[in-house]
């Protein structure tokens, strides 16, 4: 799958109002819909972040920080629910433009140890993709080997399978132009990156713009920090403002657009 495979992740600041509890952004979503049908890849696996679905509940009941009493099992089922929610209205967005798109739970295939991916069968997903279908997946509650239970986010999933199963590129849809020198949102002098290193990464470290609203799994820099393996792997990897009109289409078609290039 190589040389065909794309990867893209959708920020649940992308594809929801993170200011409004479980308000998915409709207009940004159908658009993309409809970029992803125009673009025509002939591999593609989408994941999206969870947003005002997701990000709240886990907070809520501590979800992130694992099993410590029987009061958050609820809590636990309630935070895998709130992000099927949210992809049933991405995948039947999909699905009316046209795109063969097909929900999975990562939960139903991916365990954690301390919070990183220590069990995965990817099989489904290489058999989703071989026959034509576009794999939906998303930051999940997901069941934990030392921790009982953690917050799996779809920065860790995109970039693990893309390492994993040899995308040719990895595509982080944000809301804004890419990594900024500080938050673009509060300084107007905040510059763009547009190639960053791992060894810059290091340099920038808090700098890095951070996410506004509640955001369990680390905002811009913990998104960027996942980058690392893929990017050490040759995936070639671009991080792009996914609410302008047509970059996701153009990113997807192998033209350049405005964002930051990770290199090793």
Do not use: W
Not at 73 to 84: I, N, Q, R
Request: hydrophobic letters at 40%.
């Amino acid at each position: 799958m190589k040389d065909t495979l794309f990867v893209l992740k959708l920020g649940g600041s992308v594809v929801t109002d993170k200011a409004k509890p479980f308000t998915p952004n409709l207009p940004a979503i159908q658009r993309l819909a409809d970029e992803i049908l125009q673009a025509q890849s002939p591999k593609l696996i989408l994941v999206h972040g969870g947003g005002s679905f997701g990000h709240p509940v886990a907070k809520k009941y501590g979800i992130m920080n694992g099993f410590k009493d029987k009061s958050q099992l609820a809590g636990f089922s309630e935070t895998h629910e709130a992000m099927v929610s949210l992809n049933k209205i991405i995948v039947e967005s999909l699905l009316r433009k046209g795109v063969p798109s097909f929900g999975m739970a990562p939960s139903s295939f991916v365990v954690t140890k301390s919070g990183r991916i220590s069990i995965c069968d990817e099989s489904p997903l290489e058999q989703a993709v071989k026959i034509g279908l576009v794999p939906v997946l998303y930051g999940d509650a997901v069941l934990d080997l030392d921790m009982g239970f953690t917050i799996l986010s779809g920065d860790q999933l995109a970039a693990f399978l893309a390492e994993k199963m040899k995308a040719k590129r990895l595509v982080m849809g944000v809301d804004v132009d890419g990594v900024f020198t500080d938050d673009p949102k509060k300084n107007a002098q905040a510059r763009l990156v547009q190639r960053l290193s791992l060894a810059e990464l290091k340099n920038l470290g808090s700098r890095i713009s951070g996410a506004g609203a509640t955001d369990v799994t680390g905002g811009m820099l913990g998104k960027v920090s996942e980058l690392a393996s893929p990017v050490k792997s040759g995936v070639e990897t671009v991080i792009i403002n996914a609410l302008k009109s047509g970059n996701i289409y153009r990113v997807l078609k192998g033209e350049e657009v405005v964002g930051t290039k990770v290199k090793p």
